[in-house]
């Protein structure tokens, strides 16, 4: 039962690069997220996914392009990083129906950017 | 808009017990829920409280007052394990199928 997967879990990149973070789960759960966290910001909501070619802007979604070709995917792209973005991001999805404010996260990915 | 409050430190002594608030402003409500997240790992869903009352699992409980747009969660027979940041977060209408979480409360538990 793999669940939900990240990667990769450590990056460095340079300032002005293109970043992808990927994000697969293998449940088929419809609803997907993506979160970053940064010390004394919480968990900011970023993107999330209803389901395939489904997509809605969170609360910080400046800088960053999100897709879901498949409902097991969903990735992440940093157009152009800044330092700014410096921050763990996890990725998470939730099922339909019952359970509507259990979700479960992958284990983070942590983006240095320099 | 939405927002969430919650106290942002709390240290209590291993074996004592240790409420964690939080209040909200939201347009709807869908429910108050609790995660737990230790150092450098992920969060976990700890509790959901859709109607007003008080929930128990195990050590933890979590309790919400709708008409007060409060909650806590309550954490007994305190464990060296327990000290994590513990998250409150809810959906409403703004957030839609999403889930919004306050600021954390890093809870450190000593000897």
């Known amino acids: 039962d793999a669940g939900i997967t990240q ?6 990149t340079e300032t002005g690069r293109q970043v ?3 994000c697969h789960q293998t449940w088929s759960h419809s609803y997907m997220f993506w979160y970053r966290q940064d010390l004394g910001h919480g968990l900011r909501l970023i993107y999330y996914s209803a389901a395939a070619d489904i997509t809605d802007k969170g609360e910080v979604p400046d800088g960053y392009v999100v897709s879901r070709s498949k409902t097991e995917n969903f990735p992440l792209t940093l157009e152009s990083a800044t330092r700014s973005q410096t921050s763990v991001y996890f990725c998470a999805s939730r099922r339909d129906g019952s359970g509507l404010n259990t979700i479960y996260f992958g284990e983070g990915s942590w983006l240095t950017v320099v | ?3 969430l409050e919650q106290p942002s430190e709390v240290t209590a002594v291993e074996g ?3 409420q964690i608030n939080c209040t909200y402003q939201t347009s709807g409500f869908y429910g108050l829920s609790w995660y737990q997240q230790h150092d450098g790992g992920a969060p976990t869903f700890l509790s959901y409280n859709a109607l007003d009352g008080l929930e128990e699992t195990g050590r933890f409980s979590s309790f919400l007052s709708r008409s007060d747009s409060y909650g806590y969660l309550l954490l007994q ?3 060296m394990k327990d000290s994590a940041s513990y998250f409150c977060a809810v959906r409403d209408l703004d957030s839609g199928y999403a889930l919004n979480f306050g600021k954390g409360t890093s809870l450190l538990v000593t000897p």
């Open chain 1, 7 to 12: 990667s990769p879990r450590y990056k460095i």
């Open chain 1, 20 to 22: 992808t973070l990927m």
């Open chain 2, 1 to 3: 808009g939405q927002s």
């Open chain 2, 16 to 18: 004592a017990i240790v």
């Open chain 2, 77 to 79: 027979e305190l464990q």
